[in-house]
């Protein structure tokens, strides 16, 4: 596959409107952090003429690593597109984040896409991650091939690297996990190192030379040959496997030779259903050099192999009162059906949002129908609106490159959707349609913010609303009960580009400040109390006297108020006066300043002035009352408890639990996964496991991910509970 001549590299500095679906591939970039990705993308546009060798790096940064932050951290940490054109084939190349704290902008590329590249350092090997990335992909169908870069370093091994990617993403068949070319070295350095020079085809036994800085084709020598062969049978046999003609494996056992064009015409369909999956090898260009090594191959794979948006099912749509619509896969005259997979703010510009069309063609000064559904836990309220939309461009790393349409398969920017949100679907304002969400992770790892001058909290508010509605991922609170703003990040580095954003984007400059769990009290045993408020000193008196009974009750009733006065001592008018000033009293609480719960107050006798009582006067001998009978009894500290799944490799098992032990965490249960993992089951209190996204990322080697519910409260450790009352109030 892809043996064939030099293609004539697109014209650069274009931006492409495509025709047709058939002439668009949607290509996602995948892997872990420092695997290469962004130097990858780099080098097909470098290649594919999309971008000149001298204007390639613009401000310390990559054509798709271009905003500040990314320059700072020298890292990616936002989805990026680069449109690149190859033998007429328009391919969108999505580059993604590899750190697992931007998994929502890997998401997004996974949805936008048709197929992704997996990206393997030859030095580093496949982590925990990529590996479950790849089992993402496989439950969806996606089809995959794997490049591995990183062949300039003196420890790497690319038929080793290809082992390892058989066993990691091969499962039950190896087989189907094979590479189509082979490195050809140079002569050997000093310290034994032999770097690669070139390429030779399996299949069609071709020599590819890249050490001129151009892919020139040999024909390779006998010696060459002889290396080659096993690894071509072991490869034919693959592909003859995939293949729809049942009796291509007799034929080819038999002793017949296969011809050429069956066998790449069968290895392109195998690989566009995601039944085969090729390794290929890639390294960017040397100095002053056009092409990089293997750059050439890869385009050919994603032109010939990768499916067109025209093969990929798109995602289920419905109205948005959740009636079911039948629409017509990637047809650009069908109605129009868009998604926001990116948004971003420009200082110029405003809100740009990245979408990709399912069906119909979207132009530019349309009016479109907004519609946004299901993040209400997250921040986003449910919304449909009508916007008019701006220019459409084709993005290139910061540069927009005007757009006169965008047909069903592609992606283009759209300027001015104020309202539009990350995930919004995008519909015809008289068609108004929703299309059903993709899976973002839950972020956990809460962040508790105070603006930090006047100045900045009037611009908080608009500033993190602007932050979630571009990210997802993260989640705002407005926690009722501690009276703090949290933004639930899915990491550090997560948070620390949230923070990064407010004050550079939005002007808001904010405090981190502890973040607090949602305390509660409740009596440990029975207990009564007297509340006497009696006033007579000038004008109108207050007189009230009341008499309760508190017993705790089990978990989860909350606060019972029961009156079992006889005779008339508190009128009745008055009985809700009482429970009333009990109610707002639990809601501040007893002892610590946390609210009361799980408790039934009786209210047994008092006494009234058929003058001086009042509605007031009976609220406050409640509160009095309940406060008295808390200074006489044994009040337990509560604590929020979560149950904790954890999803684990079977080699890390060990390590998790013992770290929830320590977390005062009681281990319920375990459980068999698929794919060698276990599913570990706890309940941990929440003041434990603050930092708990962090902190396992550590005990697991990121092999694990995790989610917590609430449970319950229960009581605290009394040396913990101890020491938290001696610090101020609701801290």
Known sequence: MGDKANAHPGAAGRATAADHPASVRNVVLVGHSGSGKTTLVEALALTAGAVNRAGRVEDGGTVSDYDEIEHRQQRSVQLSLVPVDWDGIKINLLDTPGYADFVGEL????????????????????????RMLWEECAAVGMPRAIVVTHLESARSDFEGMTAVCAQAFGGDDPDAVLPLYLPLHGAAAPDGHAPVTGLTGLLTRQLFDYSSGERKEAEPGPEQQRLIESARNRLIEGIIAESEDETLMDRYLGGEEIDLKTLVQDLERAVARGSFFPVLAAAPAAEGARQGLGTVELLELITGGFPTPLERPAPAVTTPDGAPREVKACDPDGPLVAEVVKTASDPYVGRVSLVRVFSGTLRPDATVHVSGHGLTDRGHEDHDVDERIGALSGPFGKQQRTLTHCIAGDLASVA???????????????DPLLMEPWQMPDPLLPLAIEAHSKADEDKLSQGLGRLVAEDPTMRLEQNPNTHQVVLWCLGEAH??????RLRSRYGVQVDVVPHKVSLRETFAGPSAGRGRHVKQSGGHGQF?????????LP???????????????????????????????????????????DVRVTLTDGKAHSVDSSDAAFQTAGALALREAARDAVI???EPVAEVTVLVGDDYVGPVMSDLSGRRGRVVGTEQAPGG???VRAEVPEIEIGRYAVDLRSVSHGTARFDRSYARHEPMPQHIAERLREQDPGT
């Open 107 to 130: 998401r997004a590329g996974l949805r936008a896409a048709d197929a992704a590249l997996f990206v393997v350092s030859a030095s580093d090997g496949v982590d925990g991650s990529t």
């Open 416 to 430: 001015k959707l104020n309202r539009a949100e990350t995930g919004d679907t995008l519909s015809a304002k008289d």
């Open 495 to 500: 948070a620390d580009v949230a923070l990064e």
């Open 544 to 552: 009230a006297i009341c008499e309760i009974e508190v017993e705790p």
């Open 555 to 597: 978990n989860g009733s909350g606060i019972e108020f029961v009156d079992k006065v006889v005779g008339g001592a508190v009128p009745r008018q008055f009985i809700p006066s009482v429970e009333k000033g009990v109610r707002a009293q639990a809601a501040k609480g007893v002892v610590a300043g946390y609210p009361l719960i």
């Open 636 to 638: 337990h500290l509560l």
């Open 677 to 679: 993992r276990t599913l």
